[in-house]
């Protein structure tokens, strides 16, 4: 089982659109989490940090359920900018200092 | 700050050949890591460096890769001999100490092997 785990899509949603990813990951040490954007041909960049009371940027928020090792990213009024893959990341901060990335969720927005 | 650099942008190679990508992270940042990224695969971690020392290479796939960090500074993920399936975008990453910090990411390196 992989630690980090998406749905790779793609999800295919009109603008305006509000759209939801969700992920799953297997060790319970984790103690950070993020939300990463790849665009096509380019390197991950940090969309945002994830809390543990939930947390929100503008059109984007972010939730962790630790009991249930799941985290979403919620996307409101969705932009074609927003076009691009969603890594869902963890670090642990026992054990292997790295973070780790999910296989990423492919958002298409269209007109 | 210009951000972790990585060189070459591009490499085409022919199998069998020796293939050194280079890497320099953000100045102050005490961690950098390898990762790779192929469709099948994902973002996979290869190794990652603390103060230069290597830490963790349980993602190097054989003997065939090795890296080294002489300085905090630079940084080479060396493959030797490369075979086809090492076709891929090899990213640099570095972060400054701490267990909630972003990690910035070079423009990576895309490989391929024929």
């Known amino acids: 089982r992989k630690e980090v785990e998406q749905d790779p899509g793609p999800f295919n949603v009109p603008e305006g659109a509000t759209v939801a990813f969700n992920c799953t990951y297997s060790?319970?040490?984790?103690?950070?989490f993020f939300w990463y954007r790849q665009d096509c041909r380019k390197e991950p960049k940090l969309l945002m940090s994830v809390y543990s009371s939930g947390n929100e940027d503008g059109r984007f928020t972010a939730q962790l359920n630790r009991a249930s090792q799941y985290i979403s990213l919620l996307i409101r009024d969705s932009k074609l900018s927003d076009s691009a893959t969603y890594l869902c990341v963890v670090n642990s901060r026992t054990g292997r200092r790295a973070l780790t990335f999910g296989s990423g969720t492919r958002l298409q927005v269209q007109p | 700050d210009a951000g972790v650099i990585q060189s070459p942008r591009h490499e085409v190679t022919e199998m069998g050949q020796e293939v050194t990508l280079r890497c320099k992270p953000i100045s102050g940042h005490d961690y950098l890591f390898w990762y790779r990224q192929t469709m099948m695969r994902g973002l996979e971690l290869l190794i990652y460096?603390?103060?230069?020392?290597?830490?963790?290479d349980s993602g190097m796939p054989e003997d065939r890769f090795s890296a080294k960090m002489p300085n905090a500074s630079f940084s080479t993920l060396k493959i030797q001999p490369s075979e086809p399936r090492d076709s891929a975008v090899y990213f640099c990453?570095?972060?400054?100490?701490?267990?909630?910090?972003?990690?910035?990411f070079g423009q990576g390196t895309r490989l391929t092997v024929v």
């Open positions: 060790n319970s040490a984790s103690q950070s």
């Open positions: 460096f603390n103060n230069n020392v290597p830490i963790d």
């Open positions: 990453a570095s972060n400054p100490a701490g267990a909630n910090t972003e990690a910035f």
